[in-house]
Structures are given as C-alpha cells and as structure tokens.
C-alpha cells in the first residue's frame, strides 16, 4: 500500500520505520523543516532505538520520503494516518487545533471522484467524539455530499512506549481499530497484516477512549505506589519489601510494572490524558475524584523527591544530575520529572551539571525543545560529557534512571530517585 503519514515525531516516526520495513511505500509529512530534511537523509527524526536503521534502509530502497506541504501524495494513497499532537490546553483539555488544521488540509487535497475511498486513520488522543463532532464536519465541509464515498474514517490508538516503540509496533498488546458502526476496515487489517495481537473492532467512541482508559490506569497505579512509598520511607518501612509483597499478587494486582515506588510520571501521554480526563469528567458531570488527586499525587511526589535528593547537603554545593529525559533511551523531556528536579536544583542554589548523552540541544525539535528552553533556558550550558561526569567533583549524585548503571561514580555519593527505597 501507499500510506501517507502526518506529524513525524516520536509516534508518526515509529510508525513511518515500521511500515515502511513492512514494503510499504511511506511518505511523511511535517512542518518542520528539520524532521523532513532528516527523514529525507535517511536519519530518523527523533531518537528511538533502532528507529534510524529502519528509516536508513527504507530510504536506501526508495519506500521513504517526506515533505513539509502537502501536494499530490493523496492522489493514489490507499492510506492516511494522522499522528499530530494534541498538547495539553490552558484549561486542561486537548489542544485541537493541529488536529483541525490537517484534517482540514487533507479534505482540501482529496479528489472527490477519487476510485478508491482513502482510509483516514487518527493515532492523535482526543475527546470521545472528536472524530464525529470535529473531523467528520470538516471533511463533509470540503468534500460535500461525496465525503462518505471519498473517505473511510477510522481511529487507530497506538500503544507505543517510548524507548521500546519498535518492538512495541511488531508485538503490540491489542489492536483497536474504530469505524462509523465497528465495520471492519479492508485497508487496516492489511496494515496490521502479520501482527499478532487481539483485534477490537468497536465504534469510533470505544476507540477514542481507550488511551485515557489506559494512560490513566498507569497513572493511576504509579501515583499509588509512590504514595505507598512515601509513607514507608517516612515510617522507616522497608517498601521494597511492601513490593515484592505486593507484586507476588499477580492475580489481583495485575502487574508490577507501574506499581514500582520510584520516579515520578511523566512524558507525552499519562500527565496529558490525566489532565484531559479530569476536565471530560467535570465536563459531563462525572465525579473522578482519584483521577482528579493524580496530577496533585505526582507533584508532590516530585517535591518529595527533591528533599530526599538534598538532604543534609548545603545549597551552594555541586550536584550533578543524572538523565534528564523522562525515561531511559529516549530525548524526550516533554514533562519530564528530571526537568522539575534540574529547575528545583538552581531555584534552591545548587551547582548543577547535568549528565544525559541522548540530549543534544541543536536535535531538539518541536514541542520538545519548547518544553526544554521554558522551563530550563540554560541547558546548553549544563549538560557535561562522561568524562566531567566521573570526575568525582561533585558533592552528590542524583540518578533518575539506569543511566547511572554505565557511570563509575562514588556509590555513596549517589542518590537514585527512580530506586524503590
């Protein structure tokens, strides 16, 4: 098939590597000049592990290309997919308005006497509703009566997790695909030809809201561990051992995964899809009072994090941070908690450097490098290389990941926050 992909950042990137390794011919499109001009010299746009072999050889054998504007790439497309952000809005719900103005783009481009109907699929999380109130009115706008002939809409949640999105896109843990009345979609099931995973085939809604169902439910099970946490760190409770009690309970208490005490939540998606939530929620009258105590939950966590990270230690004295993005094997900061703990380091007076060897300012695109220069605008001059990093100059250690598993530092100067205590 031919598949038009639109918004190259972490999710649209993946997504245009895998198909493409799949022999689909793949083009991208993005307004930012830097991911085209990348994706177009065979590099991945972002860091994803093994994301820029695939786009390498893809591009080596002429199945990928991008472009910042749309012109004539839906002509013969069988298949578009829509991955553009949907941040966080002032009041809490999503952001819309890339949504609107690519979907709005795409009518526009569409032929209406087209052979075939193109598939139009949505990755983007948005409101329950948005593909029928927001996308469907825009696309009958342009296309009038021909729309429902013209376009087969479809929404397609993807459960990627960054640093691990490869593997995840082969061997995801379901498939939803939403349509108009839970028909099922011919151009789909090709695309997830050879994927083994359970298929849902459900209505445009249940697919909307799976990612809040999901992203909340995380969020739900690491706030509650942490708070568990802080109460065993406080009352001098071993909460490793609470864990590995709890965890052994695989029956009822599902998984360990984000059940862990550690690191704070954070990234693209659980603070977004809470946030969205809470306002769907006291949109429509529904009462989602934990939900509502997570974001809350989370930052005092982070604040706990802080305190136990410098005590007993003079402000004033250096302190090198270890990892800055939110997760291991990723460049993302976009909400990073390593981002709060470097921006509450200088506030309270330390001398910061910082050590994560996948954060380069000048690849920094995007939301991304907004998120950075707002809330840490002297990046560029706290990032230090491995050798400054073990150089043993620093008063303490501060690790957010398992990054500091590749450092030789002093043990007793660190202190791993992402560690259950």
Known sequence: MKIAIFGLGYVGSTAAGCIASQGHTVVGVDVSQAKVDALNAGRAPVYEPGLDELISTARAEGRIAAATELT???????????????????????????IAQVTRNIAEALKPDREKPLTLAYRSTMRPGSCENIIWPIIENALGAKASVAVELVYNPEFLREASAIEDYFNPPKIVIGTLGGKPSANMHALHDGIDAPVFEVGLREAEITKFVDNSWHAVKVAFANEIGRVCQNLDISARDVHAIFKSDTKLNISAYYTRP???????????????????????GSATHLVDSLIRSNEAHKHHQFQHAVQGLEPGAKVLLVGLAFKLETDDLRESPAVDMARKLLEAGYDLDIYDPQIEPD?????????????????????VDKAAAES?????????????????VAADKVVDVSAIP
């Open 72 to 98: 004539d790439q839906l002509d013969d497309a069988d298949l578009a997919i829509v991955c553009v952000g949907t941040p966080s809005g002032v009041d809490g719900a999503h952001d819309m308005s890339y």
């Open 262 to 284: 550690g690191g704070a939540f954070g990234g693209s998606c659980l603070p977004k899809d809470v946030r969205a939530l809470q306002y769907i929620a006291a949109d429509t």
């Open 363 to 383: 690849n920094l695109v995007g939301q991304n490098l907004g998120y950075a220069y707002a809330w840490l605008p002297k990046i560029d001059g706290l990032l």
């Open 392 to 408: 043993g100059a620093h008063a303490r250690v501060i690790a957010t990941n398992r990054l500091i598993d590749t450092l030789s």
